[in-house]
């Protein structure tokens, strides 16, 4: 079946402009994770859902960072006056919550440019 | 919260040979302990991921031992193929095992043919 989608596969911004990132998990997964990450280092977690509202959103730098998923499903990430610091990789991830397994699978991820 | 720390940044191993990346965790309550394979361009793709109440899991040429007190756990690929050349990273989550990931920096696993 389908794995986990994001889109767009690459973003390249001005800094100061306004961000959208998307994500499609896996259908039926009612957990869904965004991760950062850097080159040359591993993902930091940014915030998960769990259905429709933000479970922990301890990992969202500041408050430029937002994220919605408004019917359980796809998910947006938002960033406003982007940085060039914020330039990274964006990964998505949906878990099926409750299962025996409780393994996250990732998406390709979305590689942000701010320049 | 919980800091995972990961050795070695590199490694190059000869084909056949068995490679092993170690991990420390600082949270006692971790309760899920990951290893993610990602090759280039790609997402992280779970290899193997064992829970604290077992020391040891083994599937076919991957292995993960863990030890809770200690708070160290590690991975071991044997008759190692080039296939298995991309970045390891490990991992450890809380007591469900769904909830955030605390990811290491990574190894780069080199197999020398």
């Known amino acids: 079946g389908a794995g986990v989608s994001q889109t767009p596969s690459n973003k390249v911004t001005e800094k100061g402009k306004y961000v959208e990132l998307r994500c499609d998990p896996i259908?039926?997964?009612?957990?869904l994770y965004w991760y950062r990450q850097s080159l040359g280092q591993g993902p930091e977690f940014l915030i998960y859902?769990?259905?429709?509202?933000?479970?922990?959103d301890s990992g969202l730098p500041n408050d430029r960072f937002f994220a919605v998923r408004p019917e359980g499903s796809v998910s947006t990430l938002k960033i406003q006056r982007t940085e060039r610091g914020d330039s990274a990789v964006y990964l998505c991830a949906s878990s099926l919550w409750g299962a025996p397994s409780v393994e996250q699978y990732f998406g390709p991820g979305t590689r942000l440019t701010v320049t | 919260g919980e800091n995972v720390e990961q050795h070695p940044s590199t490694l190059s191993v000869q084909e056949g040979d068995s490679a092993v990346i170690k991990c420390t965790y600082s949270d006692s309550a971790s309760n899920y302990f990951p290893w993610y394979k990602q090759e280039l361009g790609k997402g992280p793709q779970l290899i193997i991921d064992?829970?604290?109440?077992?020391g040891e899991k083994k599937d076919q040429r991957i292995a993960v031992t863990l030890n809770k007190t200690a708070k160290h756990f590690s991975l071991h690929i044997t008759e190692t193929q080039p296939e298995d050349s991309a970045v390891y990273f490990c991992a450890a989550s809380g007591l469900f095992g769904n909830e955030k990931l605390t990811f290491g920096t990574g190894t780069r696993l080199t197999i020398i043919p």
């Open positions: 859902f769990q259905g429709t509202g933000a479970a922990d």
């Open positions: 259908s039926g997964h009612t957990a």
């Open positions: 064992i829970r604290s109440n077992v």
